[in-house]
């Protein structure tokens, strides 16, 4: 599909309204249609696809960026991990700025917050974080009861540490539970942190209910492992929800 979308005329203008470094790695982009025209409503999960770069041979290059706002803000916000040696994400870390002007799809993608009133769990590995803030606001919307589970390496890396905060002191539905694998002298057990080390199998099961509608996102290995709890949980495959950033995958079949 993402191969089609370089010729598609899905594509339309939209302009950077705010640049914001989140952290040492995540910068996000806050964007507008340049005609000005009403933002289409994306779903909680979804995605879209952009085409930041305008001249020359790698202008046909496309990539895809989760939406991490609250559904149905008059702009869409993606919040992007620099690769070091990606094309394009340090394209636009380094070289888009406010009122530049980029290409982007309509939101896209069937990994979607499902109408349904169990209680939701949503975890989330470094930058998988991206359609989990746009389902949590999403959830805080509906009033579900939502635990949110972010595990992240320290505070330098820690994207949304404060937004995801605030979010838990407002909301009373929602609890936040923060993993640091590897904290920094100055971060604090307890206030920046709930938790040191890996989330592992053993704390799903013990933490967690067979009950509960789960949906995941984070590197290959930690959402495997958080497959493989829930399934040995006994959580049906209809409640286990998940996405790849990079080519996609059937975990169950890993
Ligand atoms: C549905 C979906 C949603 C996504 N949402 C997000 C999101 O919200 N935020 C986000 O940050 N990303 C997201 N991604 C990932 C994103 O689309 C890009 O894949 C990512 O930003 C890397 O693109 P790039 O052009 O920078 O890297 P590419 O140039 O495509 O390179 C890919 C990887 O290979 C490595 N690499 C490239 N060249 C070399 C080399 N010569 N030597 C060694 N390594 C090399 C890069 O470091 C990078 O890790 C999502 C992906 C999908 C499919």
Redesign the pocket.
Same mark, same amino acid.
């Given at each position: 599909m993402?191969e089609e979308l370089k010729e598609s005329n899905l594509f339309s203008k939209f302009k950077v309204l705010n640049k914001v470094k989140e952290n040492d790695v995540?910068t996000s982009f806050y964007l507008a249609s340049v005609d000005k025209k009403v933002l289409k409503k994306h779903k909680a999960g979804q995605?879209i696809s952009i085409k930041p770069i305008t001249e020359g041979d790698k202008s046909s290059?496309v990539?895809?960026?989760?939406l991490?706002m609250k559904p149905g803000e008059d702009f869409y916000r /993606? @919040?992007?991990?620099?690769?070091?040696?990606?094309? /394009? @994400?340090?394209?636009l870390h380094d070289n888009i700025n406010v009122n530049d002007e980029v290409e982007i799809t309509e939101p896209l993608?069937e990994?979607i917050l499902k109408d349904n009133n169990k209680p939701l769990v949503l975890i989330s590995g470094g930058?998988g974080i991206?359609?989990m803030m746009s389902m949590l606001y999403k959830a805080i919307e509906e009033g579900r009861k939502v635990k949110f589970i972010q595990a992240v390496i320290n505070s330098n890396v820690h994207t949304f540490k404060n937004e995801l905060r605030d979010l838990a002191k407002k909301y009373d539905n929602v609890d936040v539970e923060f993993f640091y694998s590897k904290p920094l002298d100055n971060d604090k057990l307890g206030e920046d942190y709930q938790f040191e080390g890996y989330l592992t199998k053993e704390w799903i099961e013990k933490n967690l209910s067979k009950d509960e509608e789960f949906y995941f996102c984070g590197p290959l290995g930690f959402m495997k492992m958080i497959y493989d709890a829930l399934k040995a949980m006994g959580v049906s495959e209809h409640y286990i929800n998940y996405?790849?950033?990079?080519p996609?995958a059937d975990l169950s079949k890993m």
């Open positions: 993402f995540v995605f290059e990539r895809q960026y989760s991490s /993606i @919040s992007v991990k620099r690769e070091d040696k990606g094309l /394009i @994400s340090r394209y993608g990994f930058i991206t359609p996405e790849m950033f990079g996609s």
